[in-house]
């Protein structure tokens, strides 16, 4: 790396006390008239326990379908993904709740409260109720829900909402926490006040997290570490992000300038 972290590795490292590994991942799907469309194409990245590493690319990289294979939804054409050293379909069965993702939409179920909500995980691993309710009372408390335990999805703001889907994916304990452009879809202002708040309820646990976004900003705040992608997927460069970068106006700027370029260099041709 370059003096001040900011330096492009172009080969993603092995690193110890590793907790993902993707290797010379491939993914490819047919669209409606038959045409194959390559998603991922030939990715190998590590994450290390406790990292919280940003992905980054132009519309079209295929960053969520790979979001996909890692939680076993899908399943690659070629490569393989590894959590603890053990292929990603063995530890996604035998370790249920241990992966949790939050997507953009917060998909909670309008017939539940919030407190049964962030409890649905919970009873979907078949803790029993009166602990899971704890444990979900004990999230809407963190995420500043506690008076609304009762309330209806419809009863919520949307930056309301999205708290109760981060309670939902604490709860359970996780050790990997996928980010699918978790904050994009509240206005600047709420996701501002959600990503400061989940910063610090993610500082307080030993989770890794991984997070998808098209904000250079929010990888900058959240991220250790930023992969960018090009697209189809495919890692152009690694950006490490000091500590204090995102205070550092001048550093995050240099950051941001460097992500920009090499995503543009990454879009896949029109």
Same mark, same amino acid.
């Given at each position: 790396?370059?003096?001040?972290?900011?330096?492009?590795?172009?080969?993603? &490292?092995?690193?110890?006390?590793?907790?993902?590994?993707?290797?010379?991942?491939?993914?490819?799907?047919?669209?409606?008239?038959?045409?194959?469309?390559?998603?991922?194409?030939?990715?190998?990245?590590?994450?290390?326990?406790? %990292?919280?590493?940003?992905?980054?690319?132009?519309?079209?990289?295929?960053?969520?379908?790979l979001f996909d294979c890692l939680l076993g939804l899908k399943r690659l054409d070629g490569g393989e993904i590894r959590i603890d050293n053990r292929p990603v379909e063995? /530890?996604?069965?035998?370790?249920?709740?241990?992966?949790?993702?939050?997507?953009? %939409?917060?998909?909670?179920?309008?017939?539940?409260?919030?407190?049964?909500?962030?409890?649905?995980?919970?009873?979907?691993?078949?803790?029993?109720?009166?602990?899971?309710?704890?444990?979900?009372?004990?999230?809407?408390?963190?995420?500043?829900?506690?008076?609304?335990?009762? &309330?209806?999805?419809r009863e919520l703001s949307g930056g309301m909402r999205q708290r109760v889907n981060i309670a939902r994916a604490f709860a359970p304990n996780p050790e990997l926490v996928?980010?699918?452009?978790? /904050?994009?879809?509240?206005d600047d202002v709420t996701a501002s006040r959600l990503r400061g708040d989940f910063k610090k309820l993610a500082q307080s646990q030993s989770t890794t997290f991984l997070?998808?976004?098209?904000?250079?900003?929010?990888?900058? /705040?959240? &991220?250790?570490?930023?992969?960018? /992608?090009?697209?189809?997927?495919?890692?152009?460069?690694?950006?490490?992000?000091?500590?204090?970068?995102?205070?550092?106006?001048?550093?995050?700027?240099?950051?941001?300038?460097?992500?920009?370029?090499?995503? &543009?260099?990454?879009?896949?041709?029109?």
């Amino acid at each position: 790396m370059a003096a001040g972290g900011t330096g492009v590795n172009h080969q993603a &490292a092995d690193a110890p006390a590793c907790k993902l590994t993707v290797a010379r991942a491939r993914k490819s799907f047919h669209q409606a008239g038959g045409d194959e469309v390559l998603a991922v194409a030939d990715v190998s990245f590590s994450v290390r326990t406790g %990292e919280y590493v940003a992905i980054v690319g132009p519309t079209g990289a295929g960053k969520s379908v790979l979001f996909d294979c890692l939680l076993g939804l899908k399943r690659l054409d070629g490569g393989e993904i590894r959590i603890d050293n053990r292929p990603v379909e063995n /530890f996604v069965r035998e370790k249920r709740g241990c992966i949790t993702r939050i997507f953009q %939409e917060d998909r909670l179920l309008p017939w539940l409260s919030a407190l049964d909500n962030a409890a649905f995980g919970l009873q979907v691993q078949g803790v029993p109720e009166q602990e899971r309710r704890d444990r979900a009372a004990r999230w809407l408390d963190a995420v500043g829900l506690g008076g609304f335990k009762n &309330a209806l999805p419809r009863e919520l703001s949307g930056g309301m909402r999205q708290r109760v889907n981060i309670a939902r994916a604490f709860a359970p304990n996780p050790e990997l926490v996928l980010l699918d452009e978790a /904050f994009s879809a509240l206005d600047d202002v709420t996701a501002s006040r959600l990503r400061g708040d989940f910063k610090k309820l993610a500082q307080s646990q030993s989770t890794t997290f991984l997070i998808v976004t098209h904000s250079i900003d929010e990888a900058i /705040f959240l &991220a250790n570490r930023i992969l960018v /992608f090009g697209a189809p997927a495919r890692l152009m460069a690694e950006i490490a992000v000091p500590n204090g970068a995102w205070e550092d106006r001048a550093l995050s700027d240099r950051i941001k300038e460097q992500v920009r370029s090499l995503i &543009a260099a990454g879009a896949r041709p029109h």
